[in-house]
């Protein structure tokens, strides 16, 4: 009887040693090393085939087969629609709308094709429940399974054209060492799930946890095997819902799909500008708009900001949002180049609505809206800012910037603080943006002399 060998696993990234260790070399965590016993490998039956290697411009085109789920945010994030044979992963916190935006999709791309949906942590009459909730007529095919060979068995023998499976941590090989949900497991059980993908040329959806840390559980090797990764955000006591692509073989990466949690589902959200904007007060001082472009969609977003005295020895430095460094460096500038110091005042900062800013082009508002909340004074109602900030306090051009101004005089703006070199670019334009005051300031000082009333 073959031997077996113990192993060492890392729980977070998949990193394996024949001995244990303190901290994981692949990923620096500490005490993640997790033993257990694999199986000696099975010898391999299949006979071995010979490999073409041909020039690639001999290599026939093949169009991509896109099925398209009618929820429109959704086929945004993906691409376009979702691809045949492709892989998807689906991650979020537990409650944040997971199970529910993929049993959505999945009745409406019942409509046309055959689905199955495959639920490892629901009976089956907890997703009878939740469909009559969301008022799900269409009809598909469902299972209550955990074993991984009955998936699998069941999956070759319906031939769905879509597959979901929630979730990948539920499923499990009984031939493998360890509980559902190990490293080992999830292994085993994605490589299974993306053969059937490849093979039948399936569209396989899978949900996947994610740890406190707002990762996606698992080795990190799950993220590398799919074909397309997006992550659910949001607070789970607030209705907005942000689908963010941070992996996408068949398409960009920079789109985001917005939805609100309701009583009957993720519902779409058709302008979010509008709906991140429209309960804003009267001249807050510290409340500032800024547009960011979202893959090829401009958002409005405000950015808020409460600077404060301190009764401690170390101001508090907090931000929900925007990256916290971002922000460190915008105080800086303001000190260095402004004259504006902060010395001893707790700053805190918050993008309204739950919307993670990335790109630098909120640099701008960002500096005004600290520095409207340091001064008490506010900027008037109809002006929005947009700009990156430079170390030496100059401010550099952003792109698309025909698309921001075009949401913000859509959505009833005056003013527009922006680049002086962007606006340069938009004097050819002639009556393109008649009715909103286009301000170039070139210096984050101009910026806040030209800005705050």
């Known amino acids: 009887m073959a031997r077996k060998k113990t192993l060492f696993c890392c729980t977070g990234c998949g990193y394996e040693s024949h001995k244990?260790?303190?901290?994981?070399?692949?990923?620096?965590?500490?005490?993640?090393?997790?033993?257990?016993?694999?199986?000696?490998?099975?010898?391999?039956?299949?006979?071995?085939?010979?490999?073409?290697?041909?020039?690639?411009?001999?290599?026939?085109?093949?169009?991509?087969?896109?099925?398209?789920?009618?929820?429109?945010?959704?086929?945004?994030?993906?691409?376009?629609?979702?691809?045949?044979?492709?892989?998807?992963?689906?991650?979020?916190?537990?409650?944040?709308?997971?199970?529910?935006?993929?049993?959505?999709?999945?009745?409406?791309?019942?409509?046309?094709?055959?689905?199955?949906?495959?639920?490892?942590?629901?009976?089956?009459?907890?997703?009878?429940?939740?469909?009559?909730?969301?008022?799900?007529?269409?009809?598909?095919?469902?299972?209550?399974?955990?074993?991984?060979?009955?998936?699998?068995?069941?999956?070759?023998?319906?031939?769905?054209?879509?597959?979901?499976?929630?979730?990948?941590?539920?499923?499990?090989?009984?031939?493998?060492?360890?509980?559902?949900?190990?490293?080992?497991?999830?292994?085993?059980?994605?490589?299974?799930?993306?053969?059937?993908?490849?093979?039948?040329n399936i569209a396989v959806f899978l949900v996947g946890h994610v740890t406190k840390?707002?990762?996606?559980?698992?080795?990190?090797?799950?993220?590398?095997?799919?074909?397309?990764?997006?992550?659910?955000?949001?607070?789970?006591?607030?209705?907005?819902?942000?689908?963010?692509?941070?992996?996408?073989?068949?398409?960009?990466?920079?789109?985001?799909?917005?939805?609100?949690?309701?009583?009957e589902g993720m519902i779409e959200v058709v302008n979010p500008s509008h709906l991140f904007i429209n309960q804003r007060r009267e001249q807050s001082a510290g409340a500032v708009v800024t547009a960011s472009m979202e893959g090829t969609r401009p958002l409005l977003v405000e950015i808020q900001s409460l600077v404060a005295p301190t009764s401690y020895p170390t101001p508090k430095r907090t931000s929900a949002g925007i990256d916290l460094n971002r922000v460190a460096l915008v105080l800086a500038v303001l000190e260095k180049h402004a004259g504006i110091t902060f010395f001893g005042l707790d700053t805190f900062v918050n993008v309204v609505g739950g919307v993670r800013l990335y790109e630098t082009a909120?640099?701008?508002?960002?500096?005004?809206?600290?520095?409207?909340?340091?001064?008490?004074?506010?900027?008037?109602?109809?002006?929005?800012?947009?700009?990156?900030?430079?170390?030496?306090?100059?401010?550099r051009p952003v792109s698309r910037i025909r698309q921001r101004l075009n949401e913000a005089k859509k959505l009833g703006f005056k003013r527009f603080i922006l680049p002086e070199a962007n606006r340069a670019e938009l004097k050819e334009s002639g009556s393109e943006f008649r009715g909103l005051q286009l301000i170039g300031v070139e210096t984050i000082k101009e910026a806040i002399g030209v800005a705050l009333l």
């Open 362 to 395: 909120g640099d701008v508002a960002l500096a005004l809206s600290l520095t409207s909340s340091l001064k008490g004074k506010p900027l008037n109602r109809d002006t929005a800012a947009v700009g990156e900030v430079g170390l030496t306090g100059e401010i």
């Open 213 to 263: 840390e707002g990762t996606m559980a698992g080795p990190r090797l799950l993220e590398h095997m799919v074909d397309c990764v997006l992550y659910l955000e949001g607070d789970r006591y607030h209705s907005f819902r942000i689908l963010r692509g941070v992996k996408n073989r068949f398409g960009s990466t920079n789109e985001i799909g917005v939805f609100m949690m309701e009583n």
């Open 20 to 200: 244990w260790l303190g901290r994981c070399p692949g990923c620096g965590e500490w005490n993640s090393m997790a033993e257990f016993e694999s199986a000696p490998p099975k010898k391999n039956t299949v006979q071995a085939v010979q490999t073409r290697v041909i020039p690639l411009n001999e290599i026939e085109p093949v169009g991509e087969e896109r099925y398209y789920t009618g929820v429109s945010e959704f086929d945004r994030v993906l691409g376009g629609g979702v691809v045949s044979g492709s892989v998807v992963l689906l991650g979020g916190d537990p409650g944040i709308g997971k199970s529910t935006l993929l049993l959505q999709a999945a009745a409406r791309l019942a409509g046309n094709r055959t689905v199955f949906y495959a639920s490892g942590e629901e009976s089956l009459h907890q997703v009878k429940m939740r469909a009559q909730r969301l008022n799900i007529k269409e009809s598909f095919f469902t299972a209550a399974v955990t074993d991984l060979d009955d998936l699998l068995e069941n999956a070759k023998s319906i031939k769905p054209a879509v597959l979901v499976v929630d979730s990948v941590q539920s499923i499990y090989r009984s031939e493998l060492e360890g509980v559902p949900g190990s490293v080992s497991q999830v292994r085993e059980v994605a490589s299974e799930l993306i053969r059937l993908a490849k093979d039948d």
